[in-house]
């Protein structure tokens, strides 16, 4: 996702570049709003990626806290998890 949104950045830079000498007030307008555009999906794009991140921090830290809070579930579950998972790649080996 956030490739191809690079990407679309990029690609609109270069239509704005490559449409710099094309005179005519539609032309200019029209450029006007995509540069104000532009403008505003980098800003919206920057809150979207701190948001994200701030997410990210907390969700670690709700985690961490968790697991030294619950040492012995979280063992018991890792555990769990790992024999089931266990069961199913043995059961796809004997097929």
């Known amino acids: 996702m956030n490739d191809s949104f690079h990407e679309l950045l990029a690609g609109t830079e270069d239509l704005l570049r ?3 000498s094309y005179t005519g007030s539609e ?3 029209a ?3 995509l540069k104000r555009q532009l403008a505003e999906a980098r800003e919206s794009a920057g809150d979207w990626e ?3 991140r701030e997410r990210a921090r907390r969700a670690t830290a709700y985690a961490d806290e968790y697991v030294h809070e619950h040492a012995w579930k979280s063992v018991g579950v890792a555990a ?3 024999a089931v998972l266990g069961c199913v790649l043995m059961a796809g080996n004997r097929r």
């Open 80 to 82: 769990l998890v790992g």
């Open 18 to 20: 490559s449409t710099a």
């Open 50 to 52: 701190g948001a994200a």
């Open 31 to 33: 450029r006007s709003r």
């Open 27 to 29: 032309i200019e307008a």
